[in-house]
């Protein structure tokens, strides 16, 4: 089609981009011829004008439509080119977390630097068996193909992993081993795969390392073949490996680190063995410290080392090996620190006492002077002579590492043949699956030989890759018929011719290797001149003249010519390899045994060498010539690869090529550059080109039809769809180069898939816009009419509306005026009144103020005159002290003034001497007159101090006197006031009696007025008290109805605790269930494999034994103890060595029996003094509470629980015990006569067995006399759940007491003791759980009666005088005592019964046990009657009641009847022609006439021959659904028919007169009840593998791929892998296959009369299958997760549904199991965008985890454009709602789950003596009594 078809407007397109590689870009405007750009929007916004290339005009590439996005199958998109690819691969990487995708055959994975959960078994077993279209891409996926390919084609398979460092190589090869160890198992016991796994972690931590991209970088390659037998079990393995990095032993860049294993042993050397190893830290060594990162995150290396000696004793290298092994390790660690110094220019010394050479010399066993000595030295031979030379310190240097490279090269290779020897085993290998990991193509900023040689297998490798291409597109053409045209494609047979055809790059750099002065300049100028003008693949860089460039297939890539010759060569200086194979140490010896010398032929010395040395494993063996290990490393290495080639070429190839996203190990984070490199150098877009050059689209024509059915009209479609779709692509491609029609598909060229979806899309487009225009139509014109008729009702009631408002209003008006009238006229009159009065009060207010304004004016008047008198005088006083101030204050001045003027003319006189003589003169005579003044002073003083004393004496006097007077004085004054105060006080009192009498009057008055007040109230309070008197009798009537309903609310509340709880005991019962089913499945498989191992046993020895076949320990005691050996019938002759000892055993048994008995009869006495002490403790086990019930209860759980787990663990052990006896006494082929098959054996085995199995009969009679004595215990005891807890140790201390020395015995005794105590704890959990029920259900319905019964006496007892009342509760307590005493008598009366029976049994038992030893006394005196007798005798309880009614059968006829019966049986005519269950019915007659004569040897051999052989015909015919299922309704009617004529009340409820007649009269089979319930459940299991075996096939197909409404989901493009998968499709089955092969099994159940409740549970389980299998299936397939597709399940679920309805199944809880499936359909289908989208959807999947509710939305992919994807913020909202989630993290759902199964008691009303026997049966020897 033209391009302007294409290139049209919104038409998207890609366009490069220095960024992202890649941007997408729509077209705003159309493309026509000639036009020299594109005008293009970004998805930004951005308008952009793209110039087309004027020289190619090409146009951009076109984008995918958006339903191709994220195919699992690069090849199902439209346009393939490399934008696509990227596209894809990123959308399903990033948005979709999904690394796995196919691109044709190859399966591309993108490493997502996070540990995921998609590599768990249920995953491996999900992917088993499933076709690789059909699954989403997975490594599992790619295994699973080259497996099934394997075993079908009978053809090697090669799964070719590769990628560039970082990428994942190592952890997908691993994936894939694991999934082959799990898928296919071994085919012996020596568990292969988990050797095969256990040599992933040696080969890691030898041969990996971290790296700047990848923490466990494989820094070789290597091939493992797995190798499988003729039943495709794994038998060995064998490991090639290839490009060993040694230089990493040496040297590291930054942010690098050595081999895991170094720091391993550093990180370990504080332990002790690893003491003698002298290591330390990693930092301390010059190997391991270089790239200064000796730490990986989250890796402990003390840890990794202990997992890698783990494998190493897992692959039998033993502990002194593994010990060899680090010394080795060690001893090249401090080499590494051996430090070499200058002596001279020319020659180097190491210092003397070197401690690490000291410990390198002590390591490997070498003397210190001979390693020192040829470290700096090298042996120079000529052709005359030989002489030493020293070496300089540098070269020295070099020697030494390359003799550590070397010796971890031998230490390499030595574990690599170890480790294929530990895989390799005796059995021939049938075929083999190979699995490479290499390295991918690389290139640096700097490439040397390691890089030339890489790419150069990486060329090899792309040529085969290319060629298998060829070969499938070849193969798939011609199938098809089509014309084969011849595709042009890039061949690298040149690239490869000029590295390895003569003259190439190798042979030339060979030939340099031989030059005695050959050097890396010279090989380049060969080069040059060889092949720079001859082959355009080879240039020569303009800057350099020692480097070249090679153009690869994936891109150009420039070598550094610098080191190739070194690294060639790689040589060791010869005189070292000899000090070392002089060593004392044996490993080191073998690991240099072989060793020839490897110099260069020239003899120099290595150089400094670059980063890497490479080393090749030797492809053969060790017996090569010298010649061939004078090899080169590029010799080497093409050899090897041109042998690993013709093995790739002679297997099935797969390819697995891993993407690194980015070089920062970030989580799901894409670099598109990085990835696009990548993809170009793997070839996956070389894969793409190829593809896109021929036919790349291919559908079948049934899709072809189903998905462009829109396009076709009518009268288009014919019968034949062939020819239809034909007519139909004529019509709309008119290039018929376009497509080619094949004999069944389709063959579109590149981009016809996406025109077709346009028109298509377009078409669809058209049809929805007319349907919207006419729904819009019709929406409107409803609307409209709609609209008007609302209009004009509304009018018309609008209209009716406004004139009764009119009426109203006029009504309203004339009474509003009246209204008003009146209103008016009050209004006026109270304003008048209230302004009348208001005028008063203004005037009486008005004169009242102004009066007292007048008075306030006066007051104000009188005391202002007041204040300023006051005032006045003040103000005069102050004026007079102002003017006295300051007249004072004037004299001062003025006295100042005249002192100031005296003081200076006294100053002025006293500097003149007349004045200070005329001064002194004057102050003499004035000292002299004031010495006398003072004389006279003194004297005064001494008069005055006399007087003065005087003075003092007569005032003390007077003062006493005065002081008398005055209290005299006071106490008149006292007296005084005190007659004052009594007149006051007199007055007062008169005064206060005048007031009293006035109170006295006013209260009398008072009183008076609240006499009236209180009769008043009295009134009032008599009224309100009859009116509370009335509200109390309504609040009583309120309150009785409250307390009925909150007794109804209690009652309610009671029977839901007691539902619940009683639904969690199911929940428990139906645990212990499970896991006792559990335990017989595992039991029926040990029996199985018993039985197998017996076989070969017999096959081996060819010698049948005659006597009784022993049964395996994992037996049941039950089974081991009714085993019926009908096929040993015939060989009667006993031998006598074993009856020997049988005699010699019975007596010792005898008198311990007897002992036994002797105790019985004491615990019997024991047992009744209990009796009587339960008596009084009844009524306190009556009340006990609920609560209490339920912790008994939970702890009994919990101790069976533990109980279970530990008879278990110890059963497993004896079990093993006994396999080691046996295989001890069959394991000793020393001597003849102890040989199996000798006489001797023979007669020691006999011996043996006959020994065990009448050890076992004595002491199974003993168990059954305790377990009947502890269960009649157990009924005597009310709800005592402890003795059922206590039960298992007194079990286990009887059996103690008979246990002899011997372990064979002993373990015996354990393996039926823990059978018996399982089974009879179920028994008790189930007799104590309808106990307890009812036991509850009476309990509440007694206190509904006692309740009811005690309101009524309280209402009757209310209504009765007091005296009468008394009476009637008198007469009612002594009736409640009187029903007390009467229950207490009837039980007491039970328990007489039970003693009464207790002694009778206990008589039978005493009786038995004297017969038993008259027995054997007679077995003594004539050993020929113990013939007949059989091996495995049970003692059954008798019962003394007779009865009628049966069919007679002789002895000799069992086997006879068994035969009919039951092996020759046809259950089709039974079913079709007979009675259900008749076969149950024939053998339970046949037991009653055993039971009728007593004959308990006929019981037990009829019940064990029946049980053996109904196991013989489920052996034989257990694939045949039918017959299962009649076994299983026939064995539960058999199982029916023993409980309801046991003679058990419990099960006799609904029988007859005439059935309870026919009950069991003398034996209790309630043990053998038990043995057919064990094999009813082992015939259920049966039933169920069988049915699953027949759906499963048919599921898938029918619930998923099927198109139940046609139309619905359109087919989508599919890409090559869903064509060319391993088998043919066989889509044939549907929904209907499924509802008809359900109701088959429904009419098969009916027919042969299955009970109700037990097909209930298989269709239960029958829909749980169902469900699981097909909600797996849509989580791990991207192309079935759309809205279509939910809609189809959901119809799918709904036809399953109404299949139950019309069968009446709907209450099984079958459509429960489906809700899963329900809700992943729901999900599918509801809205995934907003908030309350996702509230919606958790509130909604609550059956579904949120793993898989997240998987679910991650792989929804739209089938057409109009539907949108889900956004990655949508499901990170759902994972933040959803984490809070308690659940587990699993994926997939258990589909080997399978339900407890229940057999619910189903009597018969079939009366036995009415059934007749057909003559068909051949059953005429039967006689009817």
């Known amino acids: 089609m033209a391009a302007s078809e294409l290139y049209t407007k919104c038409a998207r397109v890609w366009i490069p981009d220095v960024e992202e590689v890649w941007k997408s870009a729509e077209l705003i405007k159309d493309y026509k011829n000639g036009d020299a750009s594109l005008q293009l929007m970004l998805e930004d916004g951005t308008n952009i004008d793209h110039k087309l290339d004027p020289k190619t005009k090409n146009l951009p590439y076109l984008r995918n439509p958006d339903i191709l996005v994220g195919e699992n199958d690069l090849t199902a998109l439209s346009y393939l080119h490399e934008p696509a690819v990227l596209h894809n691969l990123k959308v399903r990487f990033i948005d979709s977390k999904l690394i796995y995708t196919y691109c044709g055959i190859v399966l591309v994975a993108i490493n997502p630097y996070e540990t995921l959960p998609i590599y768990g078994t249920d995953i491996i077993n999900a992917y088993s068996g499933q076709n690789m279209g059909d699954m989403d891409p997975h490594i599992f996926a790619v295994a699973e193909e080259a497996y099934k390919q394997m075993a079908r084609d009978e053809r090697n398979q090669s799964i070719i992993v590769s990628g560039e460092s970082g990428a994942g190589k190592t952890v997908s090869a691993k994936y894939a081993m694991r999934y082959f160890a799990t898928v296919s198992g071994s085919a012996s016991e020596a568990n292969v795969e988990e050797k095969v796994l256990a040599s992933n972690p040696i080969m890691e931590a030898i041969g990996n390392a971290k790296t700047t991209r990848n923490d466990n970088s494989s820094r070789f390659g290597k091939y493992i073949e797995i190798g499988f ?40 050397s504080h332990l002790p063995e690893f003491k003698n190893l002298k290591l330390s830290s990693a930092n301390d060594f010059l190997y391991t410290r270089q790239g200064r990162s000796p730490v990986i995150d989250g890796v402990d290396d003390t840890k990794e080392l202990c997992s890698t000696r783990n494998a190493f004793s897992l692959l039998g290298i033993n502990e002194s090996y593994q010990k060899g092994l680090f010394q080795v ?140 291409v060829f ?251 062939k020819l239809t779709c034909r007519n139909v692509l004529e019509k709309l491609v008119q290039d018929q180069d376009k497509y080619q029609f094949g004999k069944t598909k389709i063959f579109f060229r590149a981009g016809q898939v996406a025109y077709l979806e346009k028109l298509r899309a ?117 004026w007079y002290k102002r003017c006295l101030v300051s007249l004072v204050y004037l004299q001062c001045c003025f006295r100042r003034m005249k002192a100031r003027r005296e003081l200076k003319k006294l100053k002025i006189e006293a500097r003149s001497v007349e004045h200070f003589k005329k001064l002194n003169k004057g102050m003499e005579n004035k000292i002299m007159q004031l010495q006398r003044k003072i004389d006279e002073q003194n004297k005064d003083n001494r008069l005055i101090s006399d007087r003065l004393a005087g003075l003092e004496t007569s005032y003390t006097a007077e003062s006493e006197r005065m002081r008398g007077e005055l209290g005299r004085l006071r106490g008149v004054e006292e007296d005084a006031k005190n007659k004052g105060n009594q007149v006051n006080s007199l007055l007062e009192e008169l005064e206060k009696l005048r007031k009293e009498l006035s109170a006295t009057q006013q209260e009398k008055k008072t009183i008076e007025d609240w006499a009236q007040t209180y009769r008043d109230e009295m009134e009032k309070m008599v009224s309100e008290l009859k009116d509370q008197n009335g509200s109390l009798k309504k609040e009583k009537d309120d309150l009785n109805r409250s307390i009925q309903e909150q007794s109804q609310q209690m009652t ?166 006994l396999a080691e006896m046996r295989q001890s006494l069959l394991g000793h082929p020393a001597t003849g006569a102890g040989a199996p098959g000798s006489p001797a054996y023979k007669v020691l085995l006999d011996q043996l067995n006959a020994s065990c199995e009448e050890l076992e009969v004595r002491k199974e009679e003993v168990l059954i006399l305790r377990s009947q004595l502890v269960s009649q215990k157990e009924a005597m005891q009310h709800k005592d759940e402890k003795e059922t807890m206590t039960e298992p140790s007194v079990y286990v201390e009887d059996v103690s007491k008979l246990k002899d020395a011997d372990e064979i015995k002993q373990a015996y005794i354990g393996l039926k003791d823990t059978n018996r105590l399982l089974e009879h704890q179920l028994q008790t959990q189930r007799r104590s759980y309808d106990n307890e029920v009812e036991a509850l259900r009476g309990e509440l319905q007694n206190v509904k009666e006692e309740n009811n019964r005690q309101q009524q006496l309280l209402a009757q007892n209310l209504q009765l005088p007091p005296e009468a009342r008394i009476e009637a509760s008198l007469q009612h307590e002594i009736t409640r005592l009187t029903n007390e005493n009467l229950d207490l008598m009837e039980q007491l009366e039970k328990q007489d019964r039970t003693i009464r029976k207790l002694k009778k049994q206990l008589k039978v038992y005493s009786k038995r046990i004297g017969e038993m030893g008259a027995g054997q006394a007679e077995g003594q005196t004539s050993p020929g009657q113990m013939v007949d007798e059989p091996i495995h005798p049970v003692n059954i309880p008798r019962r003394e009641k007779d009865f009628q009614g049966m069919l007679e059968y002789k002895k000799e006829d069992e086997l006879k009847l068994v035969k009919n019966l039951i092996l020759e049986l046809k259950p089709r005519g039974v079913a079709v022609n007979l009675i259900p269950g008749l076969p ?182 029958q829909f749980y299958i169902i469900g699981a299998v097909t909600l797996n299936n849509l989580l791990l397939r991207k192309d079935m997760c759309s809205w279509s597709k939910g809609m189809q399940i959901r119809y799918n679920v709904s036809q399953l549904e109404e299949w139950l309805r019309d069968k009446g199944l709907m209450t099984c809880g079958a459509k429960e199991t489906l809700e899963p499936l329900i809700q992943a359909a729901q999900l599918l289908q509801v809205k995934k965008k907003t908030d309350e989208d996702a509230e919606a959807i958790c509130s909604m999947c609550l059956a579904l985890t949120t793993a898989q509710i997240v998987k679910v939305l991650n792989l929804y992919t739209p089938v057409n454009e109009f539907e949108e994807r889900v956004s990655v913020a949508f499901i990170r909202t759902i994972q933040t709602r959803l984490r809070d989630r308690c659940e587990t993290p699993q994926l997939l759902m258990d589909t080997k789950m399978i339900y407890p199964v229940t057999f619910p008691f189903n009597p018969s009303s079939l009366a036995l003596e009415t059934i007749q026997i057909p003559t068909s049966l051949n059953l005429g020897f039967l006689t009817r009594v």
């Open 329 to 468: 390790l060690a001893a090249i660690l401090h080499l590494g620190n051996v430090e070499i110094k200058d002596r001279d220019s020319d020659s180097s010394i190491i210092p003397p006492n070197n401690r690490h050479l000291t410990a390198f010399c002590e390591l490997v066993g070498v003397t210190y002077q001979d390693m020192s000595q040829w470290l700096c030295h090298r042996k120079l031979k000529t052709a005359t002579e030989t002489y030493i030379k020293p070496l300089p310190r540098l070269q020295a240097t070099n020697a030494r590492d390359a003799l550590s490279k070397h010796i971890y090269a031998k230490l390499f290779n030595w574990i690599v043949e170890h480790v294929n020897k530990a895989l390799i085993t005796n059995v021939k290998q049938h075929s083999f699956i190979g699995v490479l990991d290499i390295y991918g193509f690389e290139t640096f900023e700097i490439n040397s030989f390691e890089q030339f040689c890489i790419n150069y297998a990486n060329e090899k490798l792309q040529q085969q890759f290319n060629m298998h």
């Open 471 to 721: 070969k499938l597109e070849q193969e798939e053409y011609m199938k098809e018929q089509i014309p084969w045209t011849l595709i042009d494609f890039y061949d690298n047979q040149p690239c490869i011719n000029l590295i390895e055809a003569k003259m190439g790059i190798l042979d030339l750099l060979d030939e340099e290797c031989r030059m005695p002065r050959g050097s890396d300049d010279s090989w380049a100028q060969k080069l040059y001149n060889t092949h720079l003008k001859t082959c355009s693949l080879f240039e020569k860089p303009r800057m350099s003249n020692r480097a070249f460039i090679i153009q690869h297939f994936a891109d150009k890539v420039e070598y550094q010519c610098d080191g190739f010759l070194e690294k060639n060569k790689d040589t060791v200086n010869e005189e070292q390899i000899n000090v070392l194979k002089a060593s004392k140490f044996d490993l080191l010896v073998e690991l240099f045994q072989d060793e020839e010398k490897a110099t260069s032929p020239t003899g120099q010395v290595p150089g400094t060498g670059g980063r890497t040395r490479l080393s090749v494993k030797p492809e053969k063996s060790r017996e090569t010539s010298s010649r061939e290990h004078k090899k080169t490393v590029g010799c080497q290495f093409r050899n090897s690869l041109q042998m690993l080639m013709d093995t790739l070429n002679a297997t099935t190839p797969h390819y697995v090529r891993c993407i690194k996203p980015n070089d920062f190990k970030l989580a799901f984070s894409f670099d598109p550059k990085r990835a696009v490199q990548q993809l170009r150098a793997c070839g996956v877009l070389e894969t793409i080109r190829i593809s896109a050059a021929g036919f790349p689209s291919r559908w079948t024509y049934q899709e072809f039809f189903s998905r462009y059915r829109v396009l076709m009209k009518q009268k288009d479609v014919l019968p034949d769809k």
């Open 762 to 878: 377009d078409k669809l487009r058209a049809a929805c816009i007319r349907i919207q225009k006419t729904i819009r139509c019709w929406l409107a014109r409803k609307k409209y009419l709609r609209k008007r008729n609302a209009a004009i009702t509304i009018q018309r009631f609008t209209r009716g509306y406004q004139a009764r408002c009119l009426a109203k209003f006029l009504r309203r008006t004339q009474a509003a005026t009246i209204i008003q009238k009146y209103q008016r006229m009050c209004v006026e009159k109270k304003r008048y009144r209230q302004k009348q009065a208001a005028a008063l009060a203004m005037q009486t207010i008005l004169r009242a103020y102004m009066a007292r304004q007048k008075y306030q004016a006066l007051l104000r008047e009188h005391k202002a005159v007041i204040i300023q008198k006051h005032v006045r005088g003040w103000l005069a006083r102050c």
């Open 1052 to 1217: 309610e509340k009671m029977a839901r605790l007691i539902a619940e709880e009683t639904q969690q005991l199911e929940t428990d019962l139906n645990e212990e269930r499970s896991r006792y089913q559990n335990l017989l499945t595992e039991h029926l498989r040990l029996e199985e494999k018993y039985d197998d191992l017996k076989e070969e046993m017999a096959l081996s020895s060819n010698v049948s034994k005659p006597g009784h076949r022993r049964t395996d320990s994992t037996h049941s005691s039950n089974e081991s103890e009714y085993t019926y050996n009908s096929e040993y019938a015939e060989l009667e002759e006993g031998s006598r060595a074993a009856e020997d000892v049988t005699r010699g055993i019975d007596t010792p048994l005898t008198l311990k029996l007897q002992k036994r008995l002797t105790e019985l009869e004491q615990e019997k006495q024991s047992l009744r003094n209990e009796l009587e002490n339960k008596e009084e403790q009844f009524q306190r086990a009556r009340a006990r509470d609920d609560a209490e019930f339920k912790k008994a209860r939970g702890a009994e759980l919990e101790y069976e629980s533990l109980k279970r787990q530990e008879l278990e663990s110890e059963n497993k052990k004896l079990r093993h015990d």
């Open 1480 to 1661: 149950a019915y024939i053998l339970f007659m046949c037991l009653r006439h055993a039971d009728y004569l007593n004959d308990d040897q006929k019981v037990r051999t009829l019940l064990t021959s029946t049980i053996n052989s109904i196991k013989k015909i489920l052996k034989k015919r257990g694939d045949d659904f039918e017959t299962v299922s009649f076994w299983l309704s026939n064995t539960c009617r058999f199982l029916h028919c023993l409980k309801q004529y046991s003679g058990d009340p419990a099960f006799m409820k609904h029988n007859s007169q005439r059935q309870n007649e026919h009950s069991l009269s003398n034996f209790d089979l309630a043990e053998y009840r038990q043995v057919i319930s064990d094999l009813a459940i082992q015939i259920y299991q049966q039933l169920i593998k069988c049915m699953e075996n027949i759906l499963q096939p048919m599921i898938v197909s029918g619930m998923l791929e099927h198109e139940t409404i046609q139309g619905v989901s359109g087919v989508k493009p599919t890409g090559l892998r869903k064509r060319t998968s391993s088998i043919a499709d066989e889509g044939t089955d549907t929904l209907d296959s499924i509802l008809r092969q359900l109701s088959a099994f429904h009419s098969t159940m009916c027919q042969h009369g299955t009970d109700p409740e037990l097909i209930k549970q298989v269709v239960k389980q």
């Open 229 to 268: 037998d003729t039943r495709f079990r794994i038998i060995g393995a064998n490991m090639r490996t290839y490009l060993l990095e040694k230089s990493r032993v040496v040297f590291q860049a930054d942010e690098e680190r050595n081999y895991h294993i170094f720091y391993q042993l550093c990180a370990s």
